[in-house]
């Protein structure tokens, strides 16, 4: 990527990139190869930055200020995501199935809030299949930080304890491994 479009893409952002990874972009490409389906590449569509995969119908997330500018919150969401998980509603806590569904409808729109809201502050980076991503934190003391997000089995979005040159590197050096055999 050029010098310009990366000052176009922090600003649509909000924030500007991690030094790692902007360095990637203007050095050694915008997206495709790398781990898992491949880096998704930062794309302007529509008057707004996204970060897609190539050959993949996940668009993944929009990168606006919006949303990727805000704090990085998701280690702090999990126990607010695990108390609401036990206030789930059961039938014998209500007296009429009218009121059982009410409170189950707010309760399922307040866990969805707080699921979709872990990705607040990140920018997702690769797709791993069946819902698994791999996210880099932009915002706050983890930013440059990699995560992923393994939602689909109830896990959260959790640290790799990998910055984005540890990440991509290790990625490298398999595929290496692998070719040579």
Same mark, same amino acid.
């Given at each position: 990527? *050029? ?9 649509? /952002?909000?924030? *500007?990139?991690?030094?790692? =990874? ?17 880096? !998704?590449?930062? #794309? ?11 050959? /993949? ?5 929009? #990168?606006? %200020? ?12 999990? *126990?607010?995501? #695990?108390?609401?998980? %036990? ?16 409170? =189950? ?8 809030? /707080?699921?979709? %809201?872990?990705?607040?502050? %990140?920018?997702? /980076? ?7 991503? *791999? ?6 003391? &983890? ?9 689909? !089995? ?5 640290? #790799?304890? &990998?910055?984005?040159? &540890? ?15």
């Amino acid at each position: 990527m *050029s010098e310009e479009q990366i000052r176009e893409l922090e600003a649509d /952002l909000g924030v *500007s990139l991690p030094a790692q =990874y902007r360095s990637f972009l203007l050095r050694v490409g915008r997206g495709g190869a790398g781990p898992d389906y491949g880096l !998704m590449t930062p #794309t302007l569509c529509n008057g707004s930055w996204r970060w897609l995969g190539i050959g /993949l119908a996940f668009p993944a997330q929009p #990168t606006t %200020a919006e949303f990727a500018g805000r704090p990085f919150v998701a280690e702090a969401l999990r *126990s607010e995501l #695990t108390a609401i998980e %036990a206030q789930e509603p059961t039938p014998e806590a209500f007296a009429t199935d009218e009121e059982l569904s009410q409170a =189950y409808v707010a309760w399922d729109a307040r866990c969805e809030e /707080l699921y979709g %809201a872990q990705e607040a502050g %990140a920018v997702f /980076l690769s797709e791993q299949g069946c819902g698994y991503a *791999s996210l880099m934190v932009v915002t706050g003391p &983890h930013r440059g930080a990699i995560w992923e997000d393994l939602r689909p !089995m109830d896990r959260g979005i959790e640290p #790799t304890g &990998h910055d984005f040159a &540890h990440w991509y590197r290790k990625w490298l050096e398999r595929t290496e491994r692998r070719l040579e055999t």
